[in-house]
């Protein structure tokens, strides 16, 4: 795969655990599919796996490359990220993975399910899919089932709402361990309860999973209990974190 060295425009924060990385493409070409990933690090240091959180077309209108990174326990970015100041390096080597959105696909509905900084790749998609014009199938929706720690861990949930108030996506949201009366939405881990409110028309809908392990694995499994076929389940394997 080929590998660039671009720098670092900023570090933001996105949830308190998570961090949003943009990298300058300059005028680097940089051709990639929503859902696909990079390893990125240090110049001459190890890489890390991350997928891309921005569609292709936002990486063209900015002329930057997005990338969702959660903190390690110490607060930072981890060992193969020791710099994180504007204008820092960053060796990037990609795109790779096969977690991606059919051109055309035959289901008429789209559901997309995301654990923690999962939601990555999944964004990407939703931006792809609601910049084209929709093909007639798809127009019978586009969910999103998102899970959290607490309700502030939500990363890019107000660009979701955004689309949401437009009418493109249906959002699902639920927290596993937030018991604050502040968040008057869903609670507990994904499970056959929240995906029994999303899977409308099971035999004919596209689902794809992205986050910790167990989640994606229960997902699958449930997914496939409310008569979902198993090949129209798409999930992330090339770097599931661990759960």
């Known amino acids: 795969m080929p590998t ?3 720098p670092l425009l900023n570090v933001l924060p996105v949830t308190p655990r998570s961090r949003l990385l943009t990298l300058d493409l300059g005028a680097h070409p940089f051709d990639f599919r ?10 001459g240091g190890p890489r890390r796996p991350y997928s891309i959180a921005c569609s292709p077309e936002l990486a063209s209108e900015t002329g ?32 790779m993975g096969t977690f991606l959105v ?6 008429e509905r789209l559901l997309f399910v995301a654990g923690g900084t999962g939601i990555a790749p999944l964004r990407a998609m939703i931006d792809h899919l609601l910049r084209r014009p929709s093909p007639p199938r798809l127009r019978r929706g ?8 607490n309700g502030d861990e939500f990363a890019f949930i107000d660009e979701f709402r955004g689309h949401e108030q437009r009418g493109q996506l249906e959002i ?19 499970g056959r309860s929240h995906f029994e409110r999303v899977v409308h028309e099971p035999t004919n809908t596209l689902c ?12 699958v499994s449930t997914l ?8 129209a389940i798409r999930t992330e394997a090339w770097g599931v974190p661990p759960a």
């Not at 490359?65 to 204008?87: F, M, N, Q, V």
């Not at 586009?142 to 720690?149: E, F, G």
């Not at 018991?179 to 994904?190: K, N, P, T």
């Not at 794809?208 to 997902?219: K, T």
């Open 34 to 43: 929503p859902g696909q990933a990079v390893l990125i690090g240090a110049p």
């Open 64 to 95: 930057a490359l997005e990338l969702l990174i959660a903190l390690e326990s110490d607060g930072t970015l981890g060992a193969h990220l020791p710099e994180s100041r504007p204008g820092s390096p960053i060796e990037v080597e990609g795109p």
């Open 224 to 231: 496939g209990g409310l008569g979902v076929p198993a090949g």
């Open 142 to 149: 586009i969910s999103l089932l998102y899970s959290a720690r």
């Open 102 to 107: 059919p051109v055309d696909p035959p289901e």
């Open 208 to 219: 794809f999973v992205c986050g910790p392990r167990a989640m994606v694995n229960e997902s």
């Open 172 to 190: 699902h949201q639920t927290v596993t361990r937030d018991g604050s009366a502040a968040w008057m939405g869903g609670r507990g881990r994904i």
């Open 4 to 6: 660039l060295t671009l």
